[in-house]
């Protein structure tokens, strides 16, 4: 092959530089939007924890239902990669949270919450349990796919830990800022310097 | 073929991905900060190599063009990313 050294030196810092760009850009082609959507939705979420706690239920539900399916319609429209196998992520999804809903289930029966300093504790653990599951999911899923994910994972679920034992009165406040923060500022992270293209694409 | 430095940064992109795995074109075309016309061009070339495979679909009544790299591209991918690292190497 007639390629010098310094041609074949140009040649594999391109080939390292697309593929470094390329594994980003389709990891997150489309993440970033749902990152970003599921920050609001946790802003609007514990806000009105804080604020509504006698609605905060019915907000929540619609919230999440409105954001799993507005997040299909999202991957669907904006996503990179078409691959037989993306059906197990979402399945992974379902069942972690078949699991979990499973065991609150089985296990709400036998607590006794007394008085309003008890409820307002057992809901803010509530609270902490289902802002760290998914962010388990995060941290399983971003084994596979990307290390980003883990660390979002990993750092919101100490945020979370930090907030309910240190802030307890404020922490559904302390959730939609740093929580709902975490998740809007890793979609932005994501969206607006992370994707980038390659440097130079002529010819 | 691949040596040329769009094909070549586009066998490195889809490279990333699995044998199964497709990537939609306007992703390809904005990674690759290309023309729609001038990223055509070269997949036709590479298609016309049988080096990547295009698939077009609709979703939600659009037109979608899906493209993924063939086993043969990525033996010659693989084949040409060797020769640069024994060139390098000093070794050719």
Redesign the interface.
């Known amino acids: 092959m007639d390629v010098s050294d310094e041609e074949a030196r140009k040649s594999l810092d391109l080939i390292q530089e697309a593929a470094q760009r390329a594994r980003q850009w389709f990891a997150f082609a489309g993440g970033d939007i749902v990152f970003i959507l599921w920050g609001v939705i946790w802003v609007l979420g514990y806000l009105s924890s804080h604020f509504l706690p006698r609605v905060t239920g019915w907000i929540w539900l619609v919230l999440v239902v409105g954001g799993v399916a507005a997040s299909v319609l999202l991957m669907r429209r904006y996503a990179a990669v078409r691959s037989p196998g993306g059906w197990r992520i979402s399945t992974f999804w379902f069942l972690l949270y078949l699991y979990v809903s499973l065991w609150v289930w089985l296990v709400l029966p036998f607590l006794k919450v007394k008085g309003a300093e008890e409820s307002a504790a057992f809901w803010r653990h509530y609270g902490a349990i289902a802002a760290t599951v998914p962010m388990f999911a995060y941290v399983v899923t971003g084994l596979w796919l990307e290390n980003l994910l883990v660390w979002v994972g990993l750092g919101v679920t100490v945020l979370t830990v930090l907030g309910l034992i240190v802030l307890q009165s404020y922490f559904f406040l302390w959730m939609a800022a740093t929580g709902g923060g975490a998740l809007i500022g890793t979609g932005l992270f994501v969206r607006y310097r992370w994707r980038q293209p390659c440097q130079t694409s002529t010819g | 073929m691949i040596?040329?430095?769009?094909r070549?940064?586009i066998m490195?992109?889809l490279?990333?991905?699995?044998p199964?795995?497709?990537?939609?074109f306007t992703?390809l075309r904005?990674?690759?900060?290309?023309t729609d016309g001038?990223l055509g061009a070269?997949l036709q070339r590479l298609d016309e190599a049988g080096y990547i495979a295009v698939e077009k679909t609709f979703?939600?009544r659009k037109p979608r063009t899906?493209v993924k790299a063939t086993g043969l591209g990525r033996d010659a991918f693989a084949g040409y990313?060797a020769?640069?690292?024994r060139?390098?190497e000093?070794s050719?």
């Open positions: 040596h040329q430095p769009v070549l940064r490195a992109a490279m990333t991905l699995g199964k795995e497709q990537v939609d992703h904005d990674l690759l900060a290309a001038n070269h979703v939600a899906w990313l020769t640069l690292k060139i390098v000093g050719v």
